[in-house]
Nanobody
Framework: QVQLVESGGGLVQAGGSLRLSCAAS????????TAWFRQAPGKEREFLAA????????YYADSVKGRFTISRDNAKNTVYLQMNSLKPEDTAVYYC?????????????????WGQGTQVTVSS
């Protein structure tokens, strides 16, 4: 099993940037596909970005393509989400997820390990 802990959330003005980190422990992180999701109040959990276990291939939701970048450093057991040009509608709790596969896609049901979430608030 792997444990995930997100950090880096906070309050930012529209147009600003944040970098979220997700630190993994408990197992060989390089054997896990990873992804970022978010959930705003009253809304379903939304897929944002995913990475293969090697990090060489990434996938994005259309809503964040060109603004968000997922990356990972397997030597540090950490996955990142760089978020630029933030908008008020990006306000949500952000979660990282992992699954012991090469790639697990964009469905939350495919990920068995989740962090506790970190709040991102974008002010207008």
């Amino acid at each position: 099993q792997v444990q995930l802990v997100e950090s880096g959330g906070g309050l930012v003005q529209a147009g600003g940037s944040l970098r979220l980190s997700c630190a993994a422990s408990g197992h060989t992180f390089s054997s896990y596909a990873t992804a970022w999701f978010r959930q705003a109040p009253g809304k379903e959990r939304e897929f944002l970005a995913a990475s293969t276990w090697s990090g060489t291939t990434t996938y994005y939701a259309d809503s964040v393509k060109g603004r968000f970048t997922i990356s990972r450093d397997n030597a540090k057991n950490t996955v990142y989400l760089q978020m630029n040009s933030l908008k008020p509608e990006d306000t949500a709790v952000y979660y990282c997820a992992a699954d012991r596969k090469y790639y697990s896609g964009s469905s939350a049901y495919e990920y068995h390990y989740w962090g506790q979430g970190t709040q991102v608030t974008v002010s207008s």
